[in-house]
């Protein structure tokens, strides 16, 4: 019987939890969740999943498979001091900390775990993650494989070299955002056009959902799908030109590398954090 220990009882926590349960790749009492300190989260999650739950470090982590950090970045520190003497060399520790490289977790164990660093984004409360993994040399096949099976239980998954991890979270990891973003501007259009915020909110939504699937089973690349939606002297050449004036794509593509820039910003503060206290 397995035992996964998931460190952090946050949002991202959540969905991993709600993922296993639903897909049955866990029993829910091997499934243990703690948190810093809030209590009634702990008694929530207890009590939608039946996940153990404790503050004892020792039952938390003793025969652990899998031990999960979910937690900030900044608290990575603090989690990683209180968890270090406990985790065993059998046990494989899972990061989805944006930004914290593998070798800042390696100095923060200080020794040679078997770990992986992940980045899902929040559709996996529904399933639908793109999740981006990378492991280091101490792994195990069984063990890559054991993490690659669990993310799959909150959608697509897919191996990569370490260095675009960062890239991957301002793309992906913050993506859903993005979209959102834009669904806020749909909605607040939809009141300006004089259209029902409910009619307006199914017909976005299965518009996006329409054009995710294009997306997905089109061979045409996205600006020729665009292009196909486009006529000539019509509505979305009109609307189109609006976006160009403001330049919206040059706006996406800068708020994407602004993203990515954050992630490695994220690691190198505390990268920086440990030199100095060393
Ligand atoms: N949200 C997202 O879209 C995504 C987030 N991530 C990453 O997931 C991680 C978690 O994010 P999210 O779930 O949104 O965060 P939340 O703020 O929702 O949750 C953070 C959790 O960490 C707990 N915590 C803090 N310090 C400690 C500690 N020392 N020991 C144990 N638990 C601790 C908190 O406990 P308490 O409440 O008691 O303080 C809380 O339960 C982040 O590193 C983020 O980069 C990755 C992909 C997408
Ligand atoms: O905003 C963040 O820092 C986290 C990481 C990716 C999505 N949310």
Known sequence: MRKITIIGAGSM???????MIANQFIETKSLWVTNRSN??????L?????????????ELLNGADMVILAIKPKDAGA????????????????????????????ELSNSHLAIVRAMPNTSATIGKSATALAN??????????????MFKTIGLTRFIEEEHLDAVTGLSGSGPAYFYYLVEAMEKSAIEIGLDPKLAKELI???????????????????????????PGGTTEAGIRILEQHQ????FIQCIIQATNQSKKLGSALKNKLTSTL
Do not use: C, F, W
């Open 79 to 106: 989690a990683m001091e209180n968890i270090k003497s406990h985790l065993s060399k059998k046990t494989l520790l899972v990061s989805v900390l944006a930004g914290i490289s593998i070798q800042t977790l390696e």
């Open 46 to 58: 207890q009590q939608k999943y039946q996940v153990s739950t404790s503050y004892d470090i020792e």
């Open 39 to 44: 209590r009634s989260r702990l008694a929530t």
């Open 136 to 149: 280091n040399n101490n792994s195990t096949k069984e063990q890559i494989e054991l993490v690659d099976k």
């Open 205 to 231: 939504i299965q518009t996006l959902l329409g054009t995710a699937e294009m997306l997905n089973v089109s061979q045409k690349p996205s600006h020729q799908l665009r292009r196909e939606v486009t006529s």
């Open 13 to 19: 926590s959540e969905a991993l939890i709600s993922g």
């Open 248 to 251: 919206v794509q040059e706006a």
